[in-house]
């Protein structure tokens, strides 16, 4: 079958191309089908000038959410949405897969409802990080702002398998009614049929279709990305990744090391992103990849996100720094004991101090995550916090701060009560505490005051304020 996979456009993804449509490409192509890949989120930062560009930082990001904001985006109109339909529907594909985020559901929404109006017979599948399961209880499922309406079938978690699925009893004349992984409609509901099997050896996955982008287009043209695993060990409160990717696995050490050296020899990149949740999710297989990295010359620098790990010696980072490790990203998100054991973060603030000290001393920069506003933060757990930024400017690279969002299906949500979580906002950002005291105001007052002690060092940072309905800080 002919399937064209579409990214519409979102507050991110300028800098690489994304994994999650190479893969699915990769798998569609080995198991013989025609794919062709729309990027229209890059097509569209492409032509837009320095200014408008600005819409994709990462404090802007509430423009593509938030019904409003999204409305008055000035380079977005009738004629640019045709335009893509146009694209889009010239593929003549038999099946139209979108992956969706939270920042790109509103312009999705967009395309799809207008796809259905020119072409009601035209096949579109949903999924990605915004498509996943309630509960496994629910049997009446929906998605932000109606998007299921104008799609055929949605598929929940993981998607290359579940995927080949769709198309297989598609080919065949079969029901999608029960498929695991997806949700399908049925007598003007939308019924979750479970959870697929995850994808167990993660050494069988063709290499990303890299070739299906144009590289030209983006702006990190040394860099490509690059997974070692999938899900994460962990289970921090607020994350969801534990619940789309079910459980962690890894790739072997071995495998990830062959597909960097394919890519080094094809594209010439010197730079590997880890899009990993966690690249130290397994210690030895992590381990071992830093030593496969030297023993074979490969000759890349590389980065991920890392949790905070005593296991952590001189000797190691060392080694890591020898495999070409540039730098960490760390979600510390808080410097206060109490409020990292409420997280269940699984180190303390003096764990995190001795790994951001011996990174230094390893010659590995460190990029700092940060939660504002976690339900209990009193003013001394956040002057904690304060203090420790402060205490370790030297030492962090780059710090990005954000405001707590209870995000949907996430601990927090699902036990806001243990929490004193009261969500009667107009979205998940805009929560209070049950006694009022932790609000929106409180929260931006606290990133403000971070801001300064940013502005005061003169350095880059990164930050995402939570805003109103209509787009007010």
Same mark, same amino acid.
């Given at each position: 079958?002919?399937?064209?996979?579409?990214?519409?456009?979102?507050?991110?993804?300028? +800098?690489?191309?994304?994994?999650?449509?190479?893969?699915?490409?990769?798998?569609?192509?080995?198991?013989?089908?025609?794919?062709?890949?729309?990027?229209?989120?890059?097509?569209?930062?492409?032509?837009?000038?320095?200014?408008?560009?600005?819409?994709?930082?990462?404090?802007?990001?509430?423009?593509?959410?938030?019904?409003?904001?999204?409305?008055?985006?000035?380079?977005?109109?009738?004629?640019?949405?045709?335009?893509?339909?146009?694209?889009?529907?010239?593929?003549?594909?038999?099946?139209?897969?979108?992956?969706?985020?939270?920042?790109?559901?509103?312009?999705?929404?967009?395309?799809?409802?207008?796809?259905?109006?020119?072409?009601?017979?035209?096949?579109?599948?949903?999924?990605?990080?915004?498509?996943?399961?309630?509960?496994?209880?629910?049997?009446?499922?929906?998605?932000?702002?109606?998007?299921?309406?104008?799609?055929?079938?949605?598929?929940?978690?993981?998607?290359?398998?579940?995927?080949?699925?769709?198309?297989?009893?598609?080919?065949?004349?079969?029901?999608?009614?029960?498929?695991?992984?997806?949700?399908?409609?049925?007598?003007?509901?939308?019924?979750?049929?479970?959870?697929?099997?995850?994808?167990?050896?993660?050494?069988?996955?063709?290499?990303?279709?890299?070739?299906?982008?144009?590289?030209?287009?983006?702006?990190?043209?040394?860099?490509?990305?690059?997974?070692?695993?999938?899900? %994460?060990?962990?289970?921090?409160?607020? %994350?969801?990744?534990?619940?789309?990717?079910?459980?962690?696995? %890894?790739?072997? +050490?071995?495998?990830?090391?062959?597909?960097?050296?394919?890519?080094?020899?094809?594209?010439?990149?010197?730079?590997?992103?880890?899009?990993?949740?966690?690249?130290?999710?397994?210690?030895?297989?992590?381990?071992?990849?830093?030593?496969?990295?030297? +023993?074979?010359?490969?000759?890349?620098?590389?980065?991920?996100?890392?949790?905070?790990? @005593?296991?952590?010696?001189?000797?190691?980072?060392?080694?890591?720094?020898?495999?070409? %490790?540039?730098?960490?990203?760390?979600?510390?998100?808080?410097?206060?004991?109490?409020?990292?054991?409420?997280?269940? @973060?699984?180190?303390?603030?003096?764990?995190?101090?001795?790994?951001?000290?011996?990174?230094?001393?390893?010659?590995?920069?460190?990029?700092?995550?940060?939660?504002?506003?976690?339900?209990?933060?009193?003013?001394?757990?956040?002057?904690?916090?304060?203090?420790?930024?402060?205490?370790?400017?030297?030492?962090?690279?780059?710090?990005?701060?954000?405001?707590?969002?209870?995000?949907?299906?996430?601990?927090?949500?699902?036990? @806001?009560?243990?929490?004193?979580?009261?969500?009667?906002?107009?979205?998940?950002?805009?929560?209070?505490?049950?006694?009022?005291?932790?609000?929106?105001?409180?929260?931006?007052?606290?990133?403000?005051?971070?801001?300064?002690?940013?502005?005061?060092?003169?350095?880059?940072?990164?930050?995402?304020?939570?805003?109103?309905?209509?787009?007010?800080?």
């Amino acid at each position: 079958m002919k399937i064209a996979l579409v990214q519409c456009p979102c507050a991110f993804g300028t +800098a690489m191309p994304g994994l999650g449509l190479a893969y699915l490409s990769s798998c569609l192509k080995k198991n013989g089908h025609s794919v062709e890949l729309l990027d229209l989120n890059i097509v569209l930062y492409g032509k837009r000038n320095e200014k408008d560009r600005l819409y994709w930082d990462s404090s802007s990001g509430y423009h593509w959410y938030l019904i409003e904001p999204f409305k008055k985006l000035p380079f977005i109109d009738e004629q640019y949405y045709e335009d893509c339909v146009n694209r889009i529907l010239s593929c003549n594909s038999d099946i139209l897969g979108f992956s969706v985020q939270n920042t790109s559901v509103l312009f999705t929404l967009e395309i799809i409802k207008r796809i259905k109006l020119r072409k009601p017979s035209q096949r579109i599948i949903l999924g990605g990080p915004n498509c996943y399961n309630i509960s496994g209880e629910d049997t009446d499922f929906k998605l932000h702002h109606g998007l299921e309406e104008y799609a055929d079938i949605i598929v929940i978690g993981e998607g290359e398998n579940t995927l080949l699925d769709i198309l297989r009893r598609i080919e065949a004349g079969i029901t999608l009614d029960g498929l695991p992984g997806t949700v399908t409609p049925k007598e003007g509901r939308w019924v979750f049929n479970g959870l697929a099997s995850s994808i167990t050896n993660l050494d069988e996955l063709p290499d990303p279709d890299f070739a299906a982008y144009d590289l030209s287009a983006y702006t990190d043209r040394s860099s490509l990305p690059v997974i070692t695993s999938r899900g %994460c060990v962990m289970r921090c409160v607020f %994350c969801t990744d534990t619940y789309f990717w079910i459980n962690y696995r %890894c790739r072997s +050490a071995q495998n990830v090391v062959a597909e960097i050296m394919r890519l080094r020899q094809e594209y010439r990149n010197r730079f590997v992103s880890f899009n990993d949740s966690l690249v130290n999710g397994n210690y030895d297989n992590f381990v071992r990849l830093c030593e496969l990295l030297i +023993a074979k010359r490969v000759g890349i620098n590389w980065g991920g996100n890392c949790r905070v790990d @005593k296991r952590f010696d001189r000797q190691l980072l060392k080694k890591m720094r020898r495999s070409g %490790c540039e730098y960490l990203i760390l979600g510390l998100e808080s410097a206060s004991n109490k409020i990292l054991k409420m997280m269940h @973060k699984g180190f303390s603030r003096e764990e995190a101090s001795i790994f951001i000290w011996e990174c230094s001393r390893a010659g590995i920069e460190i990029v700092a995550n940060w939660i504002v506003g976690f339900p209990g933060e009193t003013d001394e757990d956040f002057k904690r916090t304060a203090d420790f930024i402060s205490g370790h400017r030297k030492l962090i690279k780059k710090n990005t701060f954000s405001t707590l969002t209870i995000n949907q299906f996430s601990y927090l949500q699902k036990h @806001k009560d243990e929490f004193g979580i009261v969500l009667d906002g107009p979205h998940l950002g805009l929560w209070n505490s049950q006694d009022g005291c932790n609000n929106f105001e409180l929260r931006n007052s606290r990133l403000r005051y971070l801001e300064k002690i940013e502005n005061k060092i003169s350095r880059d940072y990164g930050i995402v304020r939570q805003v109103g309905d209509d787009g007010s800080i």
